[in-house]
Structure formats: C-alpha cells, structure tokens
C-alpha cells in the first residue's frame, strides 16, 4: 500500500499544495512555483500525476444516448408543439389582449380625469335602519319587475289579440279625401315593443291598436288657426288593405274608423 | 452555450417551437447523462432519469427563473429524481430483525470481497465514487467533472462553501487512496501470474 501523499513533504514548507492547484485557486505565479517544487519532490509529483489522472477518467466524456426524439415526442403528447404559424398567432393574440386591457384602462383613467367623483365610495354612512328599509324597497321594486315579467312571458304565451294604446298627434288635417301626417308613439307601459313599421306591425294580424288623439303639438302645422274640425282626422297604414278596422278616440269620443273608407298618407312613427 | 443564446431558445420552447427544444436538449443531454451514470452507476438508470428531468423541465419551462443557470435548474430536477429513484431501489426489510441486521454496518469503509469483486466489474473510477459519500461525490462530480464554481456548488447544495471544500478535499483524497490500493492490488496480481 503506497503512503497517503495528500499532504506536503514538508509541512512548513510555503510551496502550495497540490490540492490547492485542483481546487483552481492558485495564481499562475503559485502554479509555477508549485511546478519548480514538484520537480524536487517526487512524492508531491507522484500525488499530482495520481491525481490529475483520476480527474482525467473522471471527465473522459461519456456516450450519452440521443434522448430528444423520446423526450420531445413525450412532451408533444402531453403539451403539444406550435407551428411557427401558430407561435404568431399567440402572439398575435397576446398583443392584441394587452392592447385591449391598455384600453380599457385608458378608459377608465380618462373617465376619472372627467368625473372624478365616479370611483370615490360613498362619504357618508347611514344607519343599519335605513339600510334595512331600502334594501327592503329594493327587494319589492324587485319582486314586482320580477312579477311583471312573469306576466308578460305569460302574454307572449297566450295566442290572443293584443291591444295597445298609441298616443296619436294630429298634425295636419284636411276634410274630404284629404292627407294626414300623424306621429304615434307607444305608450311607456307598453310591453310589447313596436316594430318600427305602423304598418308591417299590423299586418302581422295578432294587434289591435286604440288610437287616442292626445293634442295638437305646438311645433306642426295643425292647430286652431287652420280652422279645421279635430275629429275629421285620419289615420291608417299605407297598407291599409290588411287592416279591418280599428277604435279611435277623438274629441267627439270613440268610434269606429273604417279602413276602407279612408285613405290617408304620412308618416307614422313611434 | 452562451447564456443569452439559452435563454432565446428556452423563451422559444416554450412558446412551443420543437426545434429550439431539441437544441436546448442536445447542448445538456452529455454533461447531465454523465453526472447522472457517475452519481448512480448505472446507465438504464441514468437513462430514465436524464428524460424524465428533460420532459419534466420541457413541460415547466414557463417556471424557470432566468436570474438562474438552466443548468443549474435542470441537474437540481435530475437530482431530485435520482433521489427518488434511489429511495425506490431501497430495499425494505419485513422483520425487526433483518431490520437491525441490515443497520448493522458500523464499519462499511474496510474494502470486503464483494467490493473487490464490483471494483473489477465496474470501472475503477466509479467504484471509488462509489465509495464516496452523497456528499462528496456530488462536490467531485459537479467541480471537476461539471466544472460548477465552489460557490455554484454551495448554492446548488444549500451548504456553506467552506463545507464544500471539505467535501471536495475529502472526497478526491479518498478516491486517490481507493484507486491507488487498487492499482497496487492488480500489480501484485500480474506479479503473481507472470
């Protein structure tokens, strides 16, 4: 068994080690002098042949198998790889998601340079009473759009006639086989929503309309100084051809406008 | 490979491109697949664990912190694994008394038959790994066989570096004298037979 030659000759000895040299903390100016003593010293050329052989096989470079087509085909069937043309298109997408959220912070940043009251929580704090009394108004205001809309499912439902009731302004009137312009318009609580043809909403067949005359607007042409009797008025659809009849209310009270015996042209709105 | 090379093809696969994920690949697979045979001495061994730490980064690459090595990264998930693989090969005893038996082994260093035997059979480079601690064959390998820093070292192994140093001069101390009574051992025998 050969001696342990880790150590120095010498101990006193100031030349640096041979462990030193492989801890790679020597100086070049250490190394050589650690050469020039190694040339005198056989046991410490011995322990840094023994040495830097070992180190040697230590990183003869082993043949490592190709593991790429394994490990990329493992991780294609979990993950899955992108085409460069898909790359772009994330990252298509991802710049197009930031500039959405730039956005929409903009937005809100701009909202808040105009009204800065808008983010600010309320200042003042009411007592847990009317709190309870609003959130109770709030819940029956609820319960009751909740019925209405109920009601009005229900409505949709039922195959019957509906009715309405449309505010009518007469514009302008003339006698005999004269021309009206009338503005109509539904009334706020009126469920259903008019269609913005007068006419393709009555010929749908399903809708009876009671025409109401309100007043003369102030802004048209009709009126008291155009000496003409308010219950001559007119309204039909261009179409009038698909509408049988249809109650209308005027000064003189309601009655029955015959289409057939009427023609009249204008505009109709809601 | 140069850092900033690494991290354009770390960014690219994992953006999905394949062929920067091979790249990435190929510049690893020979250091780590010799640090892994080295630390556990057996190639299949060594096999299963380099693709399964390849797949495991691939698949987590969007964690890897930049401020790191990817090397550095990829060892430390490939020791984890070995770890594992090691605790698994482990045999577990049924009885208290194999238990016991098998704790019994207060002086492991004396060289036995049976080390004789595996000194033949494997390489007598790995056999004096072998016979190193966790420790200090891990210190060996990483600095002189990874060329890592004391200082990478320390920080890969959470220990101070002076402990690291005494791991390294400890460990190669060992492997000299083991490869050295080794040497001796098969002089005597050609002296014998010739």
Redesign the interface.
Known sequence: ??P?R?QPDNPNDSTPNV?SY??RELTPESIESLFDSMNQSRAQRD?FD??QS??D???N??E?????G???G???Q?????S?K??RM??VGRLATAACLLLVVSGLLLVRRNNPEAFQPATTSGPVSEFVEASGVEAGASMRALSEGLLSIEEKCQPTVKRATISVSVCETRCGKSRTRVQASARQDFSTPLSPGLGDWLSAGNVELTIVVSSFASHQTAGPGHDTPINNWLIAPERSDRLPSFEASSVGGPRLINVADWTATGSQGR | MVRSLERKLIEKAAAGDKAAAAKLIKAHQGSLYAYILRMSGKPEMAEDIVQDAFVRVLMHLDRFDPRFRFSTWLFTIAKRLYLNANQKLKPHYDSEIVSSWGADTSAPSAPTIQDEVDVNARGCIQSALDALSDEQREVILLFHQQNWSINAIAKHLEMPEGTVKSHLHRGRQRMRRLICDDQTQKQHVSEVWS
Do not use: K, N
């Open positions: 068994m050969r342990d880790s462990d492989f801890d322990q023994d040495t070992m180190l096989d230590l990183r470079p082993v490592a198998p190709d593991f790429s394994q490990v990329l493992e991780v294609g979990r993950r899955g790889w992108l460069s898909g790359r994330v990252f």
